[in-house]
């Protein structure tokens, strides 16, 4: 019996898994000077797509220089596409990448040209790139921001109830003064339904004021003046919803309650309250000793 002396080659030291391991440090990470300027060139690249759609949009331009643009975009939608297939390639959590955030706006950022070969009109929607350019603040390392925005996003969550509640009392108020509106200018005046009051009464009451619908009448004028008011209202309500989450959050931040100076010795996570016996990440049994609540107390 002979014995099989060639050992399995591992993936790290094949040069296939080599070069994958390689490529996927570049193109997913920021520790690198080469992962930093494969983002920076790629922003670029990103940058100057986009400029090139919106040059495009120009009328004269398109008639002068259309087709270079043109071959311009296609030349940026084949890296784009060779980008989004090493990518695929080369993470081992394809399928997490591909249903993640940002493996569907880089999927967006090449489908619109695509498209636009069998429906030319859709060639704008190549500005969707610029979503890509999000991708900077992992360059700059200002993951802060990205705290804040969380924040933003949780008093938006939190203030979600109430804020539905809101919309739809401005709902109710809208349909009432676009009623009153309709009864009291009717037809001859522009009101001619409904549906068309309602328009007339989001726009005044938002007072934004477009000034394609107005009223007539000396009555409709008072009920105009009204809803001017009335939204003046009701802009400050959900401002200072929001305001009031966002400022408690902020107060919560700036003051933390008193935690324990210790430890899960199960996941190693701190900031346990005075008087936990579990840990509230893991539900383990903390056994705090009593020397370290007294100091936590006295702290």
Same mark, same amino acid.
């Given at each position: 019996?002979?014995?099989?002396?060639?050992?399995?080659?591992?993936?790290?030291?094949h040069?296939?898994?080599?070069l994958?391991?390689?490529?996927?440090?570049? !193109?997913f +990470?920021?520790?690198?000077?080469a992962?930093?300027?494969?983002?920076i060139? #790629?922003?670029? %690249?990103?940058?100057?797509s $986009?400029?090139?759609?919106m040059?495009?949009?120009?009328?004269?331009?398109?008639i002068?220089h259309g087709?270079?643009l043109?071959?311009?975009e296609i030349?940026?939608?084949?890296?784009f596409?060779?980008?989004?297939?090493v990518?695929?390639?080369?993470t081992?959590h394809?399928?997490?990448?591909?249903?993640?955030v940002?493996?569907?706006v880089?999927?967006?950022?090449?489908?619109?040209t695509?498209?636009?070969?069998?429906?030319?009109?859709?060639a704008?929607l190549?500005v969707v790139?610029?979503?890509?350019?999000v991708?900077?603040?992992r360059?700059?390392?200002l993951?802060?921001?990205f705290?804040?925005?969380?924040? !933003?996003l +949780?008093?938006?969550?939190?203030?979600?109830r109430s804020?539905?509640?809101? #919309?739809?009392? %401005?709902?109710?108020?809208? $349909?009432?003064?676009a009623c009153i509106i309709?009864?009291?200018?009717?037809?001859?005046?522009g009101?001619?339904?409904?549906?068309?009051?309602?328009?007339?009464?989001v726009?005044?009451?938002?007072?934004?004021?477009?000034?394609?619908?107005?009223?007539?009448?000396?009555?409709?004028?008072?009920?105009?003046?009204?809803g001017?008011?009335?939204g003046?209202s009701?802009?400050?309500?959900?401002?200072?919803?929001?305001?009031?989450?966002?400022?408690?959050r902020?107060n919560?931040r700036?003051?933390?309650?008193p935690?324990l100076?210790?430890n899960c010795?199960v996941?190693?996570?701190?900031?346990?309250?005075?008087?936990?016996?579990?840990?509230?990440?893991?539900?383990?049994a903390?056994d705090?000793?009593?020397?370290?609540?007294?100091?936590a107390?006295?702290?």
């Amino acid at each position: 019996m002979t014995m099989n002396t060639h050992a399995p080659i591992p993936e790290a030291s094949h040069p296939a898994g080599g070069l994958r391991r390689q490529l996927e440090i570049v !193109i997913f +990470g920021t520790d690198t000077p080469a992962g930093r300027n494969f983002d920076i060139a #790629l922003l670029f %690249v990103i940058l100057s797509s $986009v400029l090139t759609v919106m040059i495009d949009s120009v009328p004269h331009i398109h008639i002068r220089h259309g087709e270079i643009l043109w071959q311009l975009e296609i030349a940026f939608t084949a890296v784009f596409t060779l980008e989004y297939l090493v990518r695929i390639w080369c993470t081992e959590h394809r399928r997490a990448y591909l249903t993640s955030v940002w493996g569907i706006v880089d999927l967006l950022a090449i489908l619109p040209t695509y498209i636009a070969f069998y429906s030319p009109e859709a060639a704008p929607l190549v500005v969707v790139r610029l979503l890509r350019v999000v991708r900077v603040f992992r360059v700059l390392k200002l993951m802060a921001l990205f705290a804040e925005l969380n924040e !933003i996003l +949780g008093v938006l969550k939190n203030t979600a109830r109430s804020i539905f509640v809101f #919309l739809i009392m %401005v709902m109710i108020v809208v $349909v009432v003064f676009a009623c009153i509106i309709y009864v009291v200018e009717g037809p001859q005046n522009g009101f001619d339904s409904i549906p068309m009051s309602i328009y007339w009464a989001v726009v005044t009451i938002t007072t934004v004021g477009y000034g394609d619908l107005v009223p007539q009448t000396p009555a409709g004028r008072f009920i105009a003046g009204f809803g001017m008011l009335v939204g003046y209202s009701i802009i400050a309500v959900p401002t200072a919803i929001i305001t009031r989450e966002l400022w408690e959050r902020i107060n919560a931040r700036q003051d933390p309650l008193p935690t324990l100076n210790w430890n899960c010795p199960v996941c190693a996570k701190s900031g346990h309250g005075l008087e936990a016996t579990f840990c509230q990440h893991c539900g383990s049994a903390l056994d705090v000793p009593d020397e370290v609540r007294e100091a936590a107390h006295r702290a």
